[in-house]
T-cell receptor, first 113, second 114 residues
Framework: AQSVTQPDIHITVSEGASLELRCNYS??????LFWYVQSPGQGLQLLLK??????LVQGIKGFEAEFKRSQSSFNLRKPSVHWSDAAEYFC???????????FGSGTRLQVQP | DAGVIQSPRHEVTEMGQEVTLRCKPI?????LFWYRQTMMRGLELLIY????????DSGMPEDRFSAKMPNASFSTLKIQPSEPRDSAVYFC????????????FGPGTRLTVL
């Protein structure tokens, strides 16, 4: 069965520190991969996506993610976190056949001043 | 471009009542998705349409749930009768085959069934 795993439920970092959120997927073939961010009471905003090609993808708000086929991972990174980055982050995947997204359980990011 | 529009934003109803959630996708998008978000189950697909035709409804919980897409610019998700366990945030999303499969989400409808 297709699945997306985010092993960290909650992460706390200090403002200005670097960030890495983990995501692993289990799919029959390389899926399309996405990271979305959700602020409290809001919808989901796309941060970045990977379809093919360069395994390091750049997104909005200074985020980047690296696709590693050998590890079935698509980790999200940011070199310096801002207080406004506090939110919940979802990794998601879809296949070339089935268009619906399979979401991970989310990682809640807290930023300390 | 206007984004995905959902209404109402909040709905409070009593158990047994009919609830109708509405969605207007982004103009020109040919895929429409309904997702549900709960604390227990996270974000899960309910149903999706392509060119107004339901493609995958495997996530629809039971016969109390139904979804329609009468035209390219409107979809409804109906729950009849509603139950307290249906309380959740319901998201609508749309995408276009020609824009790399990226799904754009609406703000969601927070449903509370008392």
């Amino acid at each position: 069965a297709q699945s997306v795993t985010q092993p960290d439920i909650h992460i706390t970092v200090s403002e200005g520190a670097s960030l890495e959120l983990r995501c692993n997927y289990s799919y029959g073939a390389t899926p399309y991969l996405f990271w979305y961010v959700q602020s409290p009471g809001q919808g989901l905003q796309l941060l970045l996506k990977y379809f093919s090609g360069d395994t390091l993808v750049q997104g909005i708000k200074g985020f980047e993610a690296e696709f590693k086929r050998s590890q079935s991972s698509f980790n999200l990174r940011k070199p310096s976190v801002h207080w406004s980055d506090a939110a919940e982050y979802f990794c998601a995947a879809s296949g070339t056949g089935r268009r619906a997204l399979t979401f991970g359980s989310g990682t809640r990011l807290q930023v300390q001043p | 471009d206007a984004g995905v529009i959902q209404s109402p934003r909040h709905e409070v109803t009593e158990m047994g009542q009919e609830v109708t959630l509405r969605c207007k996708p982004i103009s020109g998008h040919d895929y429409l998705f309904w997702y549900r978000q709960t604390m227990m189950r996270g974000l899960e697909l309910l149903i999706y349409f392509n060119n107004n035709v339901p493609i995958d409804d495997s996530g629809m919980p039971e016969d109390r749930f139904s979804a329609k897409m009468p035209n390219a610019s409107f979809s409804t998700l109906k729950i009849q009768p509603s139950e307290p366990r249906d309380s959740a945030v319901y998201f609508c999303a749309s995408s276009s085959t020609g824009r790399g499969d990226t799904q754009y989400f609406g703000p969601g409808t927070r449903l509370t069934v008392l």
